[in-house]
């Protein structure tokens, strides 16, 4: 992910963290997906006094009706296997996630691996010491044995 992206989802936006943030650094137009009233509320005002490039969607991430995106972001929504189900669908092909993950990132990867095909990039904090940022890239659902 060399190049920005044409465009971006942030999964359960909250705050604005990253999907705010990144639609205002960079430019990128983040679609930001947030269930909660008042927290999508405090988003669209975040978004007009700061004329970022962002949708704010009022609905909960499963029935998002959005066109997959080449990035996906979260950070504090759901242990990873739960987080790929809900990006993966929203993920454009040769897409990226970037996850912010706390202390159990490592354990949640190896509990992604059995449910998970993916690359997977860890990206140390820089505030945290036990936290990262996993760089998912190539995800596909494992295939049972017939």
Known sequence: ??????????????????????????????????????????????????????CIHVVRIESADLEPAPLVTARALAPLP????????LLAPGGHCLFLKGASAQAELTHAAAQWHMQVERIVSRTAPDACVLRISDLRRVIPPA
């Open 1 to 54: 992910m060399d190049a920005l992206p044409s465009r971006a989802i942030d999964l359960g936006s909250g705050a604005g963290f990253p999907g705010l943030i990144l639609a205002l650094a960079t430019g990128v137009p983040f679609d930001l997906i947030e269930a909660d009233q008042r927290k999508a509320a405090f988003l669209r005002e975040a978004a007009r006094i700061t004329r970022a490039p962002v």
């Open 82 to 89: 739960k987080l790929l189900q809900l990006a993966a669908p």
